[in-house]
């Protein structure tokens, strides 16, 4: 039948050129943004898993620069650690020359002159070894000689296993060398470094703080090498967890250029076509002449 009031194949046309316009526009969304979901009508099940996904990404990242400022705070507190470990040995040493009968009381005198300087700076690296205002290993004027510290490790997913904890335990001395290692109270008086046989009792119980010393310091290295592992964790995590959240949201560039060169080619025929359905009714009047 030929009709001129009804253009059926020019509607037809309208109907696919809008079609592929439609088409068109989203491909080129996609390769503009890099992005297969733009909108959520452009996939709906896919958005709420990947917003899911980057939701938990989100708190991975967070999770793994905890982790790294938690490492740089245990290597802070390991470091004020280590000089008073250094500072113990260097009394130690005082002492047993003290304990030799080959001195005599102005030598001691010297060397408990120089103790006396190495308990001071023992208490001041304690008190000074802090970490963004917070004091890591000093435990003068504390109800306890332990610091309690927590590092939020979890990606937020889980109401559990989120939180790592270490009681790191301090140490403190006053001028006259009476103090506490860990809980553990040591006396290292000045005027036993004076005689010779108050001297040499003094070298055990100073080998005693070393050890207890010691003991925090294998504490803080055991937990650090537990944070490490729970970064490489969640660092491989996060990495498999972005590659699945880039399989559902990116974009496959491949198939979009694709795609949009088949696009571009059906909005050029579509329109030609579009221009011949307008074209035909114009045949009625040559039956009319």
Do not use: C, W
């Amino acid at each position: 039948m030929f009709r001129i009031n009804t253009n059926v194949l020019a509607i037809n046309g309208q109907r696919n050129l809008f079609q592929t316009a439609k088409d068109l526009n989203t491909r080129m969304e996609r390769l503009s943004s890099g992005l297969r979901i733009n909108h959520a009508a452009d996939d709906a099940a896919g958005i709420t898993a990947s917003e899911s996904m980057r939701s938990q990404i989100a708190g991975q990242k967070t999770a793994n620069d905890n982790m790294s400022r938690a490492i740089t705070l245990l290597q802070t507190a390991d470091s004020g650690l280590e000089q008073i470990g250094n500072m113990l040995i260097r009394l130690k040493e005082l002492a047993e020359q003290s304990a030799d009968g080959t001195l005599n009381s102005d030598n001691r005198s010297g060397l408990s002159t120089e103790a006396a300087a190495l308990i001071a700076e023992i208490d001041r690296i304690a008190s000074s070894t802090t970490f963004n205002g917070i004091s890591l290993i000093d435990s003068a004027g504390a109800a306890t000689s332990v610091t309690n510290l927590t590092f939020y490790v979890g990606d937020g997913t889980s109401a559990t296993n989120q939180v790592l904890s270490l009681a790191l335990k301090g140490v403190a001395f006053d001028a006259n060398g009476i103090g506490t290692i860990g809980g553990t109270a040591f006396n290292f008086t000045l005027d036993d470094f004076l005689g010779q046989v108050s001297a040499q009792a003094m070298v055990s119980n100073i080998d005693t703080a070393v050890t207890t010393l010691a003991t925090i310091r294998t504490d803080v290295g055991a937990f650090q090498n537990r944070i490490e592992r729970s970064q490489a964790n969640i660092q491989s995590a996060m990495e498999n967890t972005r590659n699945s959240e880039s399989t559902i949201r990116d974009a496959d560039f491949a198939m979009e250029a694709s795609a949009m060169t088949r696009a571009q080619i059906l909005a050029q025929t579509g329109s030609s076509m579009l221009q011949q359905a307008n074209i035909l009714p114009q045949l009625a009047l040559t039956l009319i002449q």
